[in-house]
């Protein structure tokens, strides 16, 4: 059984920060990209970012690329989405999730596991 437990988010005014924390824990591969995830109701999940299993490889929806970075603690199993420069559009809940096959793919479809969520509302 694998669990992701996300934590951060809330409310900001738009351009401010915030930062989303998600630890994963459970019986994972020893290598498995992190991807962060967002929906908005109404729509579908969107890719926002994601990394290989150490973090050297990223890769991030255009929509959020210079201002968002996504980072991973080996040591901790837990990856982080530090969002910057916020803006109204960006309001959604986020999801993370976890890839066993580690491409760091931008397609939902391709990953395991997944977090409960965690809503950003940014006010304009």
């Known amino acids: 059984q694998v669990q992701l437990v996300e934590s951060g988010g809330g409310l900001v005014q738009a351009g401010g920060s915030l930062s989303l924390s998600c630890a994963v824990s459970?019986?994972?591969?020893?290598?498995?990209?992190m991807g962060w995830f967002r929906q908005v109701p109404g729509k579908a999940r969107e890719f926002v970012a994601s990394c290989n299993w150490n973090g050297e490889n990223t890769l991030y929806a255009d929509s959020v690329k210079g201002r968002f970075t996504i980072s991973r603690d080996l040591a901790k199993n837990t990856a982080y989405l530090q969002m910057t420069s916020l803006k109204p559009e960006d309001t959604a809940v986020y999801y993370c999730?976890?890839?066993?096959?580690?491409?760091?793919?931008?397609?939902?479809?391709?990953?395991?596991?997944w977090g409960q969520g965690a809503q950003v509302t940014v006010s304009s």
């Open positions: 999730a976890v890839e066993v096959s580690d491409t760091g793919s931008y397609y939902a479809n391709l990953y395991d596991y």
């Open positions: 459970g019986r994972t591969a020893s290598r498995y990209s």
